[in-house]
C-alpha cells in the first residue's frame, strides 16, 4: 500500500485552492462541503469559482500564487492548469510539511482525491493511487448499485442506538453478534421502508434474546432479461434465506440470487396453479415465522395479473412484515424490445393491459369497450385463448385488419415477434409455434415496428 487512506476533518480547517477555473470549482465545492475555510488565489476566478466565492462568502486574491500563501494551511489544492506554478505549489508545501492535492498529477501530490460514494453518515471512497481515475469512478458506479440509499440512515439508527444496546449487553463478543443479527435481519429493511418504530421493535427483540421477526420481499423479476432487474429486486435477491419461484421467472434472473438460499418453484408442473394460491401463502407464512428472509419472486411486476394483493392481504392478516419491490412488466419490457411503442399521440391515447387467460374455456373480457379504436391493448397470457380472444374483438367492432403482434420470451435472447392482422393472428402464431410466456399487442402502434426496422 503505497497511499494511506485517511477521512480528514477539514471543519473550520484553513484550506488554499489555487486557480479559479472549472476544475477549481469542482474542488472548491468539496471543500465547502466538508466544512473547510476556503481561500482561493488566482489571477481570474470563472462564473462557477465566482458564484462559490459570492455564495458562500470566501476570501478570494486576485493575484499570482506566491510560495508563502501555503503557511498555516492544512490542505492546498493546485487546480492551475500551469506545470510551473504546480511544481513551485508542491514544493512549497512539502518545505513547509502541509498536505497538497495537485490536480491530475500524483507525482505532485501527497494527497490524493478518491472516487466517493456518499450515504452520509457512510462514506466509500476509491483510489487507484492516481494510476487511473477513470478506473476508480468504475469503481465507484459499481459500488453505488451495491448500497441503498437508505444505507445513511441506517448508520445513524445504529449509531444513536449503540449506548443503549453497550448498556444492556457488556459483553463485546455478544454485541457484536446482536448488530450482524441486525443487519442481516430486518432492520435493516425496516429502515429502508421508513418505519423507524417497527425497527426499533425488533432491534428491542434482538436484544431481550427473542428469535428474530422474518421478512417477505415481493419482487418484480421482469420480462426476462436479468439487465432489467431493479437495484433493490437485485440486493432482496442477495440477502434472502429462501425464494419462491415460477415459469415466469428466468433461470438468468434467478441466479442472481444469493448462492445458499433454498429455492422453491412453485409454479404448475407441481401443482401450485392459480387455483393454489392458498398453498404458496402458507409456505410463505411458514417460512416468515421461522425468522427466515423469503423473496416472493414473480415475472413482471407482483401487482399486474401477479397475485401480489392478495399475498400481501395474508401477510397483514397474520402480522408478517413485508415489502412489494416492483418490476418492468411484461408490457413494457416486451414492447419495448420488439420495438412498438404502446402509446402515440395521433394512433393511441390509452392503453389497457388485460389476462387473455381462460376460465372455464372462456375469455370473459369487456369486449365492446376493448374493440374500440385509438388505443393500445396488451393481453397477458393469451396465447391459448388468441383465437377465442381475436373473434371477439372482432365481432364487438375491432376492424379485421387491426395490426397485432405476439411476443414470445420477451427481452430474451430467443425473443420471438409474429405479426398480422388480428384477423389471422391466431393462424400465424399457430404456425410459427411459438412458445411461452407470450404477450400480445394490439393496435395501429404496432405498425411503427416496421419503421424501426425490428425484425425479431
Known amino acids: 500500500m503505497k497511499r494511506l487512506p485517511l477521512f480528514l476533518d477539514l471543519s473550520e480547517a484553513p484550506c488554499l485552492v489555487i486557480g479559479g477555473g472549472e476544475v477549481a470549482a469542482r474542488k472548491i465545492a468539496s471543500l465547502v462541503d466538508a466544512g473547510a475555510r476556503v481561500t482561493i488565489v488566482a489571477p481570474l476566478l470563472g462564473d462557477a469559482a465566482a458564484e462559490l466565492a459570492e455564495r458562500h462568502d470566501l476570501d ?30 508542491c514544493a512549497a508545501c512539502r518545505e513547509r510539511r502541509v498536505l497538497i492535492n495537485t490536480v491530475d498529477d500524483a507525482t505532485l501530490s501527497t494527497a490524493i482525491f478518491p472516487s466517493i460514494v456518499d450515504r452520509a ?48 449487553m457488556p459483553d463485546i463478543d455478544a454485541r457484536r453478534r446482536l448488530w450482524e443479527q441486525a443487519l442481516d435481519g430486518n432492520v435493516a429493511a425496516l429502515i429502508g421502508k421508513g418505519d423507524e418504530a417497527a425497527a426499533d ?25 436479468p439487465d432489467l432487474l431493479t437495484l433493490k429486486a437485485l440486493r432482496a ?20 440470487g444469493r448462492r445458499d438460499a433454498r429455492r422453491v418453484y412453485v409454479g404448475k408442473r407441481r401443482a401450485f396453479s392459480g387455483t393454489r394460491q392458498s398453498d ?23 401487482f399486474i395479473f401477479g397475485r401480489g394483493g392478495e399475498e400481501i392481504e395474508t401477510l397483514r392478516r397474520h402480522g408478517i412484515e413485508f415489502e412489494v419491490i416492483p418490476g418492468i412488466t411484461a408490457a413494457l419490457g416486451c414492447a419495448a424490445y420488439a420495438g412498438i411503442p404502446l402509446t402515440h399521440r395521433d394512433w393511441a391515447q390509452s392503453v389497457r393491459f388485460v389476462t387473455g387467460h381462460l376460465k372455464d374455456d372462456i375469455v370473459n373480457l369487456d369486449w365492446p369497450e376493448l374493440a374500440k379504436p385509438d388505443q393500445t391493448l396488451v393481453v397477458y397470457m393469451g396465447l391459448v385463448g388468441l383465437r377465442q380472444l381475436s373473434a371477439q374483438l372482432i365481432g364487438h367492432g375491432m376492424a379485421p385488419d387491426t395490426p397485432s403482434a405476439t411476443i414470445s420470451r420477451g427481452t430474451l435472447e430467443d425473443q420471438a415477434v409474429v405479426a398480422a392482422p388480428i384477423s389471422g393472428l391466431a393462424q400465424a402464431v399457430e404456425e410459427a409455434d411459438l412458445p411461452g410466456p407470450t404477450t400480445t399487442i394490439i393496435g395501429r402502434v404496432v405498425d411503427l415496428r416496421a419503421q424501426l426496422g425490428r425484425s425479431r
Not at 432491534?203 to 420481499?217: H, I, K, M, Q, T
Not at 434465506?241 to 434472473?253: Q, T
Not at 404458496?280 to 407482483?302: E, H, S, T, W, Y
Request: glycine share 10%; no cysteine; hydrophobic share 45%.
Open 60 to 89: 478570494v486574491e486576485l493575484r499570482e500564487f506566491e510560495e508563502d500563501d501555503v503557511r498555516g494551511r492544512l490542505f492546498v489544492i493546485a487546480a492551475t492548469g500551469d506545470s510551473e506554478v504546480n511544481r513551485r505549489a
Open 121 to 168: 453518515p457512510v462514506t466509500v471512497a476509491v483510489s487507484t493511487g492516481g494510476a487511473s481515475p477513470t478506473l476508480a469512478r468504475r469503481i465507484r458506479e459499481q459500488i453505488e448499485t451495491l448500497l441503498p440509499a437508505a444505507t445513511g440512515r441506517l448508520a445513524d439508527f445504529l449509531g444513536r442506538r449503540r449506548e443503549r444496546v453497550r448498556a444492556s
Open 201 to 225: 421493535a425488533e432491534l428491542a427483540r434482538l436484544v431481550a434474546g427473542d428469535a428474530p421477526e422474518g421478512f417477505v420481499s415481493l419482487v418484480g423479476a421482469g420480462p426476462g432479461d
Open 237 to 256: 435477491l442477495q440477502r434472502a434465506d429462501v425464494i419462491y419461484h415460477d415459469n415466469l421467472v428466468s433461470p438468468a434472473v434467478l441466479e442472481l
Open 280 to 302: 404458496i401463502n402458507a409456505l410463505m407464512l411458514a417460512d416468515a415465522k421461522q425468522g427466515l428472509r423469503v423473496v416472493r419472486l414473480k415475472g413482471g411486476d407482483p
